[in-house]
């Protein structure tokens, strides 16, 4: 397996000089990862850093595009302290993708930005929620169409524990390897999940596909033990970006991280061959979402 990792020395959010291969690097499901470019915490700032200030129940901090922070315990004045300090990520973070991926400007739709101070090696969740395993991300209630994720992470650790994961194969080897155990999609079913609610819209076949790797990949313990894969820690004050949807990846350890998540419609790619929606629909045979879709199932 290539490396799955292209690491750029770049040192301010604010001065990357865009080179089309890190485009094309990042369309090919790779992470890109500036080991040199940290968050730079205020010093009132470490006290922010501590899993008590998640409310009860949820699994991370998350400020959406509205500005509105979501996932906070502590008073008004943490509260108020969270919400600067992600959205100051949010600004670099943006800052950063403009100036990396220049091809995208004007087309990416802002998603919430997380702050995951939760111990990553001690949450107790199910197979199917355990990022531990190898998975490309997937929304179960949220269909995209294809629509790209592309996230920019930092790991914010005070005593310095990396944040570690395992990536994993190309995405048309895990489609390969995957796709002829996937049950098929069936109209019905998604127009049933649409009723209920259980989907904000109607599941196309590229959604249900994708979310039949998610799961098959997690549930497969043979994969996860001995599928190709390359560990990598990602050290505090580090920074790394991917398209999450492409990039197999699983995270093993760590504590208190950011991310921003970003959405590129469909199509918008600079190669968009090489997207998972293309990869999917050349492997299934037939259109996946869209005009013709979902005719004869
Ligand atoms: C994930 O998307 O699987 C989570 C990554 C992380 O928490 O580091
Ligand atoms: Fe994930």
């Not at 190898?134 to 592309?150: K, Q, T």
């Amino acid at each position: 397996m290539n490396s799955p990792i292209v690491e750029i020395g770049l040192t301010d959010w604010s001065q990357a000089h865009p080179e089309p291969e890190w485009t094309r690097a990042v369309e090919a499901g790779k992470v890109l990862y500036f080991p040199k470019l940290g968050f730079q915490l205020q010093p009132q700032e470490q006290a922010l850093l501590r899993e008590e200030l998640l409310k009860a129940g949820t699994r991370n901090v998350s400020l959406g595009a509205d500005g509105l922070l979501k996932g906070a315990a502590g008073n008004e004045q943490e509260q108020q302290a969270l919400a600067e300090m992600v959205g100051r990520f949010r600004q670099q973070a943006l800052q950063l993708v403009d100036d990396l991926l220049p091809e995208y400007k004007g087309l990416l739709r802002l998603a919430p930005t997380s702050f995951r101070p939760k111990q990553v090696e001690n949450r107790a969740q199910s197979v199917r929620a355990d990022d531990r395993r190898m998975h490309v991300d997937a929304f179960p209630s949220r269909p995209n169409y294809g629509e790209r994720i592309l996230r920019v992470f930092t790991n914010l650790n005070p005593q310095g524990a990396p944040r570690v994961w395992r990536l994993g194969d190309d995405f048309e080897a895990v489609a390969r390897q995957f796709m002829p155990r996937a049950k098929p999609y069936r109209l019905w079913q998604a127009k049933v999940l649409k009723a209920l609610h259980v989907t904000k819209s109607l599941r196309s076949e590229y959604d249900h596909l994708m979310l039949q790797m998610h799961d098959l990949m997690k549930f497969d313990e043979t994969y996860q033990k001995s599928g190709t894969q390359t560990t990598m820690p990602f050290p505090p004050g580090s920074v790394w970006v991917c398209f999450s949807d492409q990039a197999t990846h699983a995270v093993m350890s760590g504590q208190y991280m950011m991310e921003q998540t970003l959405y590129l419609p469909p199509g918008h790619e600079v190669d968009p061959a090489s997207s998972p929606l293309a990869i999917l629909t050349r492997l299934a045979g037939r259109p996946l979402v869209g005009v013709g879709a979902g005719k004869a199932l």
